[in-house]
């Protein structure tokens, strides 16, 4: 089976000491939602993780600083664009795949910075899709997120008229606080407010697999406002 896990938000300028802090939580938290997806460690227990050319990098801010200054320095753009680096999981277990890429710490108006983690597993896994969409949520602090896959794209765009790169839901999903205040009362039960960042909300709307409930809250979400897009050219990163 294969899951996408992401969050989406608007111009926000960091510097890379910043952006090395979230992607170590993020590459912290990811391994202990995912303990079966590799079948080695480091002698700490520790994930390592691989770049785009195999140069092995490691959970800790130093390692990532590192990685995401050599990014930095291959990419003319980077600086008003964001920085993208994207990281695979090494020794993973059979059956497995794990991809994180992040284009984070740019001001361009008309570009989303992004965080996408792309999960391939064995059809038995059991994924905690709602928890690694609230780890995307408290360390990247997105305008909106999403777990879903290409079922529900499809789905979507069929049945609901979505486009790419706009604001959407999946199975679960995540809005920022004034997305979040704008949630119908339809959708209550199905939401969690989130301590941080505060306000957010996670809304778990529907089983894997199953598309006719996303594309019903979507057509609510998008009615009610909570999925209007960022205001172009884009100057903030939330609604």
């Known amino acids: 089976m294969r899951r996408v896990v992401r969050g989406f938000w608007g111009p926000r300028q960091e510097p890379a000491q910043a952006l090395a802090a979230r992607w170590s939580t993020t590459l912290t938290r990811f391994a202990e939602l995912l303990p079966d997806a590799v079948h080695k460690t480091s002698d700490d227990g520790t994930w390592t993780w691989l ?68 999960i391939v597993a064995p059809d038995e896994a059991r994924l905690p899709d709602a928890e690694l969409l609230t780890a995307v949520a ?36 995540y809005l920022s606080p004034v997305r979040a205040s704008r949630i119908p009362d339809g959708l209550a039960d199905a939401t969690r407010r989130l301590s941080e960042p505060e306000g957010g909300a996670l809304l778990t709307i529907a089983q894997p697999g199953d598309t006719a409930p996303v594309v019903s809250a979507f057509n609510a979400l998008k009615a009610a406002g909570a999925l209007d897009p960022l205001p172009q050219p884009m100057d903030r990163p939330t609604l």
């Not at 964001?82 to 001001?107: C, F, H, N, Q, Y």
């Not at 602090?141 to 839901?169: C, M, N, Q």
């Open 51 to 118: 770049t785009a050319d195999s140069t092995p990098v490691r959970p800790d801010e130093k390692s990532l600083l590192e990685a995401l200054r050599a990014a930095q320095a291959a990419d003319d753009w980077s600086a008003a664009d964001g920085t993208s680096l994207r990281l695979l999981a090494g020794d993973v277990s059979p059956g497995w795949k794990l991809e994180i890429a992040a284009l984070a710490g740019g001001t361009p108006q008309y570009l989303l910075q992004s965080l996408v983690a792309t």
């Open 138 to 173: 408290e360390t990247w602090h997105p305008d909106y997120g999403d777990v879903s896959d290409r079922a529900v794209t499809a789905a979507l765009k069929k049945e609901a008229g979505f486009k790419i790169g706009t604001p959407s839901v999946g199975w679960v999903g």
